[in-house]
């Protein structure tokens, strides 16, 4: 087995569990949860600006994915309310399968307005799409982290980055064309139907065995401890502000830089199906590459390096965009930015994504990872929805991606320290050491 402290398994044992049953429901929870992004987030950006909205407001729609967020909020519901009659398939189960239908319901809600008549209709639909992929998110995200034993979280964070871009991808292609030779309402509808593989996926492997279900709560005081109990866990290790201060700042360059590119593709001049080629078929195939190496790098050199690796690639592909926005259009450009950018969100979604799945306790799983993963993009959504679009229209797109790179510095120098310190290992809950007793790395 892999030893994720000092990542010396072989390079049989770093791809063996790519196989593996809990690995491959990883892929397919990945490809749901990926999807309701693509809807809210670069395909409506295509929908607005084809409607002729202006940057602001398109922009100011990134907004919207803030409900994730804010998904810690309600994290509690997901984790100890039990559902009528679908709880005889267990917590977890249940809970996939009611998210599952609430989102595909937003879905066609969303695809039935039109933004160019009625704007505020529009924002009330991406609205509520947003919480309602949220809350999928919360779900998936402790299912996932449930069927994995601790050896099989990195490979289970790249199965599940496997599946969010297939997801985001396959969405946002099948969207694009399908509005492109029909219109947005049925491109919505169809891609509906991706919510279909995590309900499926909870059906066949069942209610995770790792599972430990919080006990009923009765009174007030039992409910109050059901929401805070799981960040006065958090907060009682070592170190916690800094890691959670990590979490918040490590991506901001990343996420302020991702939301954008739809807009620079359209000022560029790029169609609807150079986008879903170059955007989405070269991105896609450049993730899998980064994630199936960052798999390999995170079995070989532990995670922390990797995670310091990963970090350091992530910066500098945001300068790629800046190159590209020099340039001008160029298919080319595109296809070498895009790579890049995917190349390294791989390798990092591999390593970062098993880093915060290994800080969960497993009593508090889903909540505690709604709010990793809420810290993790929140400041760079709100700088997005907020002043991206006046960012880019005041210096331009090249000093915008320069500056998004620089943003990233910060994650880098913290994580390092943090290695030094000690404070990496000591951040870890029972998600990484439940059933073998292993150190952080």
């Known amino acids: 087995m892999t030893d994720i402290a000092t990542g010396t398994g072989s390079w049989v044992d770093a791809v063996k569990p790519y196989v593996e049953k809990a690995p491959l429901a990883a892929l397919f929870l990945g490809i749901s949860s990926g999807f309701p992004f693509a809807m809210v987030g670069a395909n409506l950006a295509s929908r607005l600006a084809q409607d002729g909205i202006d940057k602001k407001s398109v922009t100011a729609f990134s907004l919207v994915l803030l409900a994730y967020n804010f998904k810690w909020l309600w994290a509690w519901v997901v984790e100890g309310v039990k559902l009528p009659l679908l709880h005889r398939l267990g917590q977890r189960v249940s809970w996939m399968l009611f998210a599952g239908v609430l989102v595909m319901a937003a879905v066609v809600n969303l695809a039935v307005v039109d933004p160019s008549s009625d704007l505020m209709a529009t924002v009330r639909a991406a609205i509520l799409l947003g919480i309602a992929g949220a809350t999928f998110d919360i779900i998936i995200d402790g299912y996932r982290i449930e069927i994995l034993r601790p050896d099989q979280l990195g490979v289970g964070a790249g199965m599940s980055q496997y599946g969010w871009r297939i997801g985001a991808a396959a969405a946002g292609a099948l969207g694009l064309v399908v509005a492109q030779h029909w219109d947005w309402t049925a491109a919505y509808i169809v891609c509906s139907l991706f919510a279909l593989p995590a309900m499926l996926a909870a059906l066949i492997v069942g209610e995770p065995e790792r599972h430990r279900e919080i006990a009923s709560r009765k009174s ?124 390294a969100s791989g390798i990092g979604g591999v390593a970062v994504v098993a880093y915060f799945s290994a800080l969960c306790d497993l009593r508090f799983t889903a909540a505690q990872y709604a709010m990793i993963s809420a810290a993790a993009s929140i400041v760079g959504r709100f700088l997005t929805g907020t002043s991206a679009g006046t960012l880019i229209e005041r210096f331009g797109y090249v ?16 994580f390092w320290l943090m290695m030094r310190a000690g404070l990496v290992d000591a951040s870890i809950g029972s998600a990484a050491t439940d059933e073998v007793s292993q150190p952080a790395a």
């Open 399 to 414: 000093d915008f991606y320069l500056l998004t790179t620089a943003l990233a510095m910060p994650g880098i120098i913290l």
């Open 220 to 343: 007030g005081g039992d409910l109050v401890q059901a929401i805070v109990g799981p960040f006065i866990d958090f907060f009682k290790r070592q170190g916690a502000l800094l890691v959670l201060l990590f979490i918040i700042v490590h991506k901001i360059g990343d996420t302020l830089a991702n939301l954008t590119f739809r807009l620079l593709f359209n000022d560029l001049g790029y169609s609807n199906d150079e986008i879903a080629l170059y955007d989405v078929g070269v991105g896609f195939w450049a993730l899998l590459a980064g994630i199936f190496v960052g798999g390999i790098l995170y079995a070989r050199l532990g995670l922390k390096r990797s995670v310091l690796i990963s970090l350091v690639l992530m910066a500098v592909s945001n300068f790629s965009f800046a190159a590209l926005a020099a340039a001008g259009k160029s298919n080319l450009g595109m296809a070498g930015a895009i790579g890049f950018e995917n190349f």
